[in-house]
């Protein structure tokens, strides 16, 4: 599983870029070097920054980052000696402007696309990829705010505006901003194992979403306390069957457990019960709701999530947050 050879990994930025969208992964492929090296390893990823021309890239904040890697004909060339094994093209708040400002950067993914391992694409920097057909025909993920107008744009694109991150072969993309750090995740653990990625996310607190963030909610960071692959298998299923009954009879079955064994297994692996895993993930989604969807009825609320009454959701709430839905909603939501 460990590469023989550090992989070689370009975060690609142009001026405006989003700074947390390159400096998240950057943090964890840095952590993740850590670790190796205390392992006794090599250390597992050459990361440089790339851009149009070497040199200092403003970002949207004050900071920025120094490219020492040119993008262009030479960087796409014949051969592929000097490709990176993986690219990760940030995002920009203005993501259209961006376009309009770095058409180049369009032409360089088109050329270097189908000869990188993986092109990755964080938030709102789909489009790049988007507008180089690199995503037609493909499905992808972006920020919620402008998923809409990455489909209609591209309609051959599958845009799907509820995932935490997607992989439609060689091409992974992500949703907004902190969706950058799950995906590098799950990067690291495609190269180095489960093992080391949890490491990482524990090093980067990476298991709870802030109240009035991201809208997304990461499936696959709420099932890293385990690598059991069967409880991870269980929890994500969970996570994307949360209206419907999830009892424990449910949950054992989807393992092929007894009922017994599969809650002794559970709590062993995650350090909780299987019902108190899924009135996390349910207060977890009800939160996503009420920031992001203002129109919605409670009782609709409470049932997408799985629970039976508004009172339920009450309850719920009150319980781990102390504040009804009602007054969450009005502090939290959009």
Request: hydrophobic letters at 45%; a neutral charge; charged letters at 20%.
């Amino acid at each position: 599983m460990h590469p023989a050879q550090p992989l070689s990994l370009h975060i690609v930025v142009y001026p405006g870029f989003k700074a947390l969208e390159a400096v998240g992964p950057l943090s964890v492929f840095h952590y993740a070097n850590v670790h190796l090296v205390r392992r006794g390893r090599p250390e597992g990823y050459a990361v440089a920054v790339a851009a149009q021309a070497r040199g200092t890239v403003r970002s949207d904040t004050l900071m920025a980052l120094e490219a020492t890697e040119v993008l262009g004909d030479g960087w796409a060339g014949p051969g592929g000696n000097v490709l990176p094994d993986t690219a990760l093209l940030v995002g920009a708040r203005d993501i259209e402007g961006a376009l309009a400002a770095s058409p180049a950067i369009v032409d360089w993914a088109r050329a270097a696309g189908p000869r990188v391992r993986r092109m990755v694409a964080l938030c709102s920097g789909s489009f790049f990829l988007a507008a180089a057909g690199l995503l037609d025909g493909r499905r992808a993920a972006t920020h919620w705010g402008v998923a809409a107008r990455l489909q209609a744009l591209h309609p051959a694109v599958a845009v799907d505006p509820d995932a935490i991150y997607v992989r439609d072969g060689h091409l992974w993309t992500s949703a907004g901003v902190t969706a950058g750090i799950d995906l590098a995740l799950a990067l690291v653990e495609e190269d180095y194992g489960h093992a080391l990625a949890l490491e990482v996310a524990r090093d980067m607190v990476m298991y709870l979403k802030r109240p009035g963030g991201q809208s997304q909610f990461s499936v696959q960071l709420a099932s890293q306390a385990t690598a059991h692959r069967g409880m991870q298998d269980v929890q994500a299923w969970a996570l994307e069957h949360l209206s419907e009954p999830l009892t424990l009879q449910v949950l054992a079955g989807r393992a092929a457990m007894s009922e017994r064994h599969f809650r002794r297994v559970f709590v062993q692996e995650t350090g909780r019960t299987p019902s108190a895993f899924i009135e996390s993930a349910r207060l977890e989604a009800a939160r996503r709701l009420l920031e992001s969807e203002a129109a919605l009825p409670l009782k609709t609320v409470a049932a997408r999530v799985g629970l039976g009454s508004e009172q339920a959701l009450r309850h719920l709430f009150l319980r781990h947050l102390g504040v009804p839905p009602q007054a969450y909603r009005e502090r939290f939501g959009d």
